[in-house]
């Protein structure tokens, strides 16, 4: 999870030290501020000194390793501005909501989140326990290196139907999840919206689904369940980066990690049939969980947000990076407005179409 670059060293303050090991200009990130944080949740000695080392991945927080008598965690800050190219902000309290998610999912699949440590929510801040990347590699990874895992993705959708169906079980967590305002800002607008804005033809269509979205609420959505956002651990998968949770419709959750494997399926078409097999082994999974709605609804839904968030991926404010070849971003482009225009009622009715495509 380290950035793979040769660190900068500064030791700032008197007395005991704490040393920022960063490429990034100082201003960036308030070392001092963190480290005071810290401090107040009893997370760092008095007298200790403290090394913090900004860590890669994520667009929307500052995330740190912190090394402090003998001890090693992450801390993340939540950022008013992502760092995309697009003008792109969030309310910054987006910390809260993944403190919550994270505490809530422990309570149900211990092994399957970090442990939280400390929260200050004055200062955006976020510690919980540091998952050492030689034995909890990054999803993302794996799969880019066309190391896919049928039976892991199966356990990722299972350990996803289970957190939606417990939580439509818990009425107090409507409540608690009622973050509207930072689902629009953070996901429906630059995923759907955005989308529909660079697609006039198809913009009536994107921002009706953004409201039936928006409109839908059901269960405790993480919001970004993504290759990305989940270790792919000894035993099992761990979820990270919960910021956008909200309480809305779990087919957003469901179709925003499926939408991976179409991708890259297209980017890797010689690990097609490897990324398919994870799609359809994750949907089958999570399905059996559906006990809330029919699952023939859940589906649908589920199936006329894939093309939609396909189109964002290479359309919206935050394009895959992966994905630079312009004939296969028209390739998904294409194949996204097709299944916008001709509707499927069930996410494995697209692979036919996927493989015809790759």
Same mark, same amino acid.
């Given at each position: 999870?380290?950035?793979?670059?040769?660190?900068?060293?500064?030791?700032?303050?008197?007395?005991?030290?704490?040393?920022?090991?960063?490429?990034?200009?100082?201003?960036?990130?308030?070392?001092?501020?963190?480290?005071?944080?810290?401090?107040?949740?009893?997370?760092?000695?008095?007298?200790?000194?403290?090394?913090?080392?900004?860590?890669?991945?994520?667009?929307?927080?500052?995330?740190?390793?912190?090394?402090?008598?003998?001890?090693?965690?992450?801390?993340?800050?939540?950022?008013?501005?992502?760092?995309?190219?697009?003008?792109?902000?969030?309310?910054?309290?987006?910390?809260?909501?993944?403190?919550?998610?994270?505490?809530?999912?422990?309570?149900?699949?211990?092994?399957?989140?970090?442990?939280?440590?400390?929260?200050?929510?004055?200062?955006?801040?976020?510690?919980?326990?540091?998952?050492?990347?030689?034995?909890?590699?990054?999803?993302?990874?794996?799969?880019?290196?066309?190391?896919?895992?049928?039976?892991?993705?199966?356990?990722?959708?299972?350990?996803?139907?289970?957190?939606?169906?417990?939580?439509?079980?818990?009425?107090?967590?409507?409540?608690?999840?009622?973050?509207?305002?930072?689902?629009?800002?953070?996901?429906?607008?630059?995923?759907?919206?955005?989308?529909?804005?660079?697609?006039?033809? =198809?913009?009536?269509?994107?921002?009706?689904? %953004?409201? &039936?979205? !928006? *409109?839908?609420? +059901?269960?405790?959505?993480?919001? #970004?369940?993504?290759?990305?956002?989940?270790?792919?651990?000894?035993?099992?998968?761990?979820?990270?980066?919960?910021?956008?949770?909200?309480?809305?419709?779990?087919?957003?959750?469901?179709?925003?990690?499926?939408?991976?494997?179409?991708?890259?399926?297209?980017?890797?078409?010689?690990?097609?049939?490897?990324?398919?097999?994870?799609?359809?082994?994750?949907?089958?999974?999570?399905?059996?969980?559906?006990?809330?709605?029919?699952?023939?609804?859940?589906?649908?839904?589920?199936?006329?947000?894939?093309?939609?968030?396909?189109?964002?991926?290479?359309?919206?404010?935050?394009?895959?990076?992966? =994905?630079?070849?312009?004939?296969?971003?028209? %390739?998904? &482009?294409? !194949? *996204?407005?097709? +299944?916008?225009?001709?509707?499927? #009622?069930?996410?494995?009715?697209?692979?036919?179409?996927?493989?015809?495509?790759?």
């Amino acid at each position: 999870m380290r950035s793979a670059v040769d660190w900068a060293t500064l030791i700032l303050g008197a007395g005991p030290a704490f040393e920022v090991k960063t490429t990034e200009p100082q201003s960036e990130i308030p070392t001092t501020a963190i480290i005071d944080s810290l401090r107040g949740l009893g997370l760092i000695d008095a007298l200790a000194d403290v090394c913090l080392r900004p860590l890669t991945g994520g667009v929307s927080s500052d995330i740190l390793l912190v090394e402090t008598g003998g001890r090693r965690f992450c801390v993340k800050r939540a950022l008013p501005r992502l760092k995309v190219a697009a003008l792109w902000e969030a309310p910054v309290g987006r910390n809260s909501a993944e403190a919550l998610w994270l505490g809530t999912v422990a309570t149900w699949l211990p092994d399957c989140v970090p442990a939280v440590l400390g929260q200050d929510e004055a200062a955006g801040v976020l510690a919980m326990a540091y998952l050492e990347p030689e034995r909890f590699p990054v999803w993302k990874a794996e799969l880019l290196a066309g190391r896919t895992d049928a039976a892991f993705a199966g356990v990722v959708g299972d350990r996803l139907g289970i957190i939606h169906s417990k939580s439509t079980k818990r009425s107090d967590l409507a409540a608690a999840f009622a973050n509207d305002t930072t689902f629009e800002a953070i996901r429906l607008e630059p995923y759907l919206r955005a989308t529909g804005a660079r697609h006039a033809d =198809l913009a009536a269509r994107l921002n009706g689904l %953004a409201d &039936r979205t !928006a *409109a839908t609420r +059901l269960a405790m959505v993480h919001g #970004d369940v993504s290759p990305k956002n989940i270790l792919h651990g000894p035993e099992e998968p761990v979820f990270l980066d919960a910021e956008c949770a909200w309480w809305g419709d779990p087919a957003f959750d469901l179709a925003f990690c499926l939408n991976h494997f179409l991708l890259k399926a297209i980017h890797r078409p010689a690990d097609r049939e490897g990324y398919l097999a994870c799609f359809a082994s994750m949907a089958g999974a999570y399905r059996r969980h559906v006990d809330w709605e029919d699952p023939a609804a859940l589906d649908a839904r589920t199936a006329s947000l894939l093309p939609a968030l396909l189109l964002a991926r290479v359309d919206g404010k935050s394009p895959v990076e992966y =994905l630079v070849d312009e004939a296969k971003q028209q %390739a998904v &482009r294409m !194949a *996204a407005r097709h +299944l916008l225009q001709h509707p499927v #009622d069930a996410p494995m009715a697209i692979l036919p179409l996927w493989e015809q495509l790759t």
